[in-house]
């Protein structure tokens, strides 16, 4: 069965911390993996990584793919409350149509 | 604006009554589809479309139905709503069906529905 396993589930930090979010993955068929962010509402697209060991950056925000031990991480620096939400990785499988694993999420709270 | 739009946004019904949720989207892609999204399970495809006509199902379609007679639109029908449904519901879309060219989902805001 295709797994895509997210952790923390959970996560506190203050203002100004760095943040590593996991998503390790079992899968029969990988095309890429994606990250989004989901605040009160719709997911927003993050990143989406098919190569192994080439980072993908946006202003604070970057992530990571390792094909070969399967993970991925996604690191947030200098951590705002803006960034309090919860946080989907999903795997696309490599079918004839986008098929995605998604985990359960990583809530992340930013404390001012 | 690009966007993906559901309604309702918000519902709670009874038991057994049939209910329609609406989704459209206006950036002319090919594939649509929808999810539910429950607490400690994640985001799981209900069904998809590839294109005009052409659905099927995803990893949870028991209780629902679709149908994709134009484009732009993709509602998602619960012919017999029954408690276990109460979910919030996403529908999707993205340009290319075959997946890779992009890979992004474009999401709707979500739909809370409660069956009492």
């Known amino acids: 069965e295709d797994k895509v396993v997210q952790s923390p589930l959970s996560l506190v930090v203050h203002e100004g911390d760095t943040v590593t979010l996991n998503c390790s993955y079992e899968?029969?068929?990988?095309?890429?993996l994606l990250w989004y962010k989901q605040e009160k509402k719709a997911p927003t697209f993050l990143f989406m990584l098919t190569s192994s060991g080439i980072e993908k950056k946006s202003g604070r925000l970057s992530s990571i793919l390792d094909k070969k031990e399967l993970f991925s991480i996604l690191n947030i620096t200098a951590t705002q409350t803006g960034d309090s939400a919860i946080y989907l990785c999903a795997v696309e499988l490599n079918t004839g149509f986008q098929k995605l694993v998604f985990g359960t999420g990583t809530r992340l709270l930013v404390s001012p | 604006e690009a966007q993906v739009t559901q309604n309702p946004r918000y519902l709670i019904t009874v038991t057994g009554k049939k209910l329609t949720v609406t989704c459209s989207q206006n950036m002319n892609h090919e594939y649509m589809s929808w999810y539910r999204q429950d607490p400690g399970l994640g985001l799981r495809q209900i069904y998809y479309?590839?294109?005009?006509?052409?659905?099927d199902k995803g990893d949870v379609p028991e209780g629902y139905k679709v149908s994709r007679k134009e484009k732009r639109n993709f509602p998602l029908i619960l012919e017999s709503p029954s408690p276990n449904q109460t979910s919030l519901y996403f529908c999707a879309s993205s340009l290319a069906a075959s997946g890779g060219a992009g890979g992004e989902l474009f999401f709707g805001e979500g739909s809370r529905l409660t069956v009492l």
């Open positions: 479309s590839m294109n005009v006509e052409v659905t």
């Open positions: 899968v029969t068929n990988f095309r890429s």
